[in-house]
């Protein structure tokens, strides 16, 4: 059992950044893929990013690509999300999830989600 808690969400200007962090509880983070997802109002979850067990590999959307940066922290049971020159349709609920498969951007591919951090880029 894993359990997530992000944090870090906020309100932005467009241009500006944000870092989104995400700790897991269990002593078994280091076993999973992790990634993160976002969800505007009346749209999908869609796919941001994703990172190995070992943080060795990333994945990333194309929407994001060279703006955002995944990482983790294994011994301390975090995974980043740092998020440079923001757009305002970067708006959305950002949620980490953790997945036995490594790089999916499939939500049903993550057993794990946390409840999600609210970001808000103004233009």
């Known amino acids: 059992q894993v359990q997530l808690v992000e944090s870090g969400g906020g309100l932005v200007q467009a241009g500006g950044s944000l870092r989104l962090s995400c700790a897991a509880s269990?002593?078994?983070?280091?076993?999973?893929?992790m990634g993160w997802f976002r969800q505007a109002p009346g749209k999908e979850r869609e796919f941001v990013a994703a990172?190995?067990?070992?943080?060795?590999?990333?994945y990333y959307a194309d929407s994001v690509k060279g703006r955002f940066t995944i990482s983790r922290d294994n011994a301390k049971n975090t995974v980043y999300l740092q998020m440079n020159s923001l757009k305002p349709e970067d708006t959305a609920v950002y949620y980490c999830?953790?997945?036995?498969?490594?790089?999916?951007?499939?939500?049903?591919?993550?057993?794990?989600w946390g409840q999600g951090t609210q970001v808000t880029v103004s233009s």
């Open positions: 999830a953790a997945s036995v498969v490594a790089g999916s951007g499939v939500p049903d591919d993550y057993n794990y």
């Open positions: 269990g002593r078994t983070f280091r076993s999973y893929a």
């Open positions: 990172i190995s067990w070992s943080g060795g590999s990333t």
